[in-house]
């Protein structure tokens, strides 16, 4: 099992609820494909540095998971067959990577109790 990070930019003029069905359906294929997720993030609403397909901004969000290396194809097939999502980039995380992703993650949640 390797560990992995996907972030993703969705179209801005989704609602909620398609955005909400969007990373749903990429959260079950992974977990159906035997991975286990560590973190979600929903960045919100954010202005691109360059214009994507027209559009000045789209929605971010970050997946921290696991799973063996070869779902990750067939992962980003379903990025790229899918309309909503403007742009996607997955990383495989090293051991230095992993202890940063944590501290990100704690840090986070100081930041959501405070």
Known sequence: MNHYETVFILNPVLSEDQVKETVKKFEDFLVSNGAKMIS????????????????????????EFT???????????????DERVMRYLTVKLDKYAIEWAEKRRNRNKENATA
């Open 40 to 63: 979600k993030e929903n960045w919100g609403l954010k202005k691109l540095a360059y214009p994507i397909q027209h559009k000045k901004s789209g929605f971010y969000h970050l997946f």
């Open 67 to 81: 799973v063996p290396g070869e779902v990750i194809n067939s992962f980003e097939v379903e990025f790229r067959r």
